[in-house]
T-cell receptor, first 111, second 116 residues
Framework: GQQLNQSPQSMFIQEGEDVSMNCTSS?????WLWYKQDPGEGPVLLIA?????ELTSNGRLTAQFGITRKDSFLNISASIPSDVGIYFC???????????FGTGTRLTIIP | GAVVSQHPSRVICKSGTSVKIECRSL??????MFWYRQFPKQSLMLMAT?????????EQGVEKDKFLINHASLTLSTLTVTSAHPEDSSFYIC????????????FGSGTRLTVV
């Protein structure tokens, strides 16, 4: 099946740094979602975006729905140890229940 | 909030045997549930969409006779991996449409299947 391309594939940062990651698609989505997955767990929703150009925050996390509807961005400010994990974007077409997941960005914090 | 419970969290089975994984919506009714498979260091790949009271819809390339899905009630969907082989070893995750809240999908905590 189709997958969305996420960049970067992995990140190694120091605590307190800001993080930026993005997700791109060859086709348009009507909803963009960002999830975080801890090892051995299911994904947990961080932010949902519903309109092109929309900018939404959830604490230190900010995500944007790209104006072309083919991409989305997630920023994490002032990273802390519990931010470690894998971040997935997911897209959904209008009227289609299914989600298409991105390839994931693995975030590691260097001591 | 909406909670999806998955059981078991880990299972080891012998090659050739069948394994059943349960996905329950604890505090809401779910007419639609989804089953995903995730291999190590890879993304989630949708296997099938489970609809209460009707046959599941499988994604291309997923063998419906090998991965049997039953959604007999509004709170329970099961995935049975039949005649399991080592290549079926994976992390299986379900999600359910809650129909409420900011976004209506909640994921279970996953089942780690190891076939030996």
């Amino acid at each position: 099946g189709q997958q969305l391309n996420q960049s970067p594939q992995s990140m190694f940062i120091q605590e307190g740094e800001d993080v930026s990651m993005n997700c791109t698609s060859s086709s348009i989505f009507n909803t963009w979602l960002w999830y975080k997955q801890d090892p051995g767990e299911g994904p947990v929703l961080l932010i949902a975006l519903y309109k092109a150009g929309e900018l939404t925050s959830n604490g230190r996390l900010t995500a944007q729905f790209g104006i072309t509807r083919k991409d989305s961005f997630l920023n994490i400010s002032a990273s802390i140890p519990s931010d470690v994990g894998i971040y997935f974007c997911a897209g959904q077409y209008f009227g289609n229940e299914k989600l298409t997941f991105g390839t994931g960005t693995r975030l590691t914090i260097i001591p | 909030g909406a909670v999806v419970s998955q059981h078991p969290s880990r299972v080891i089975c012998k090659s050739g045997t069948s394994v059943k994984i349960e996905c329950r919506s604890l505090d809401f009714q779910a007419t639609t549930m989804f089953w995903y498979r995730q291999f190590p260091k890879q993304s989630l790949m949708l296997m099938a969409t489970s609809n209460e009271g009707s046959k599941a819809t499988y994604e291309q390339g997923v063998e419906k006779d090998k991965f049997l899905i039953n959604h007999a009630s509004l709170t329970l969907s099961t995935l049975t991996v039949t005649s399991a082989h080592p290549e079926d070893s994976s992390f299986y995750i379900c999600s359910a449409e809650t129909g409420t809240g900011d976004y209506g999908y909640t994921f279970g905590s996953g089942t780690r299947l190891t076939v030996v």
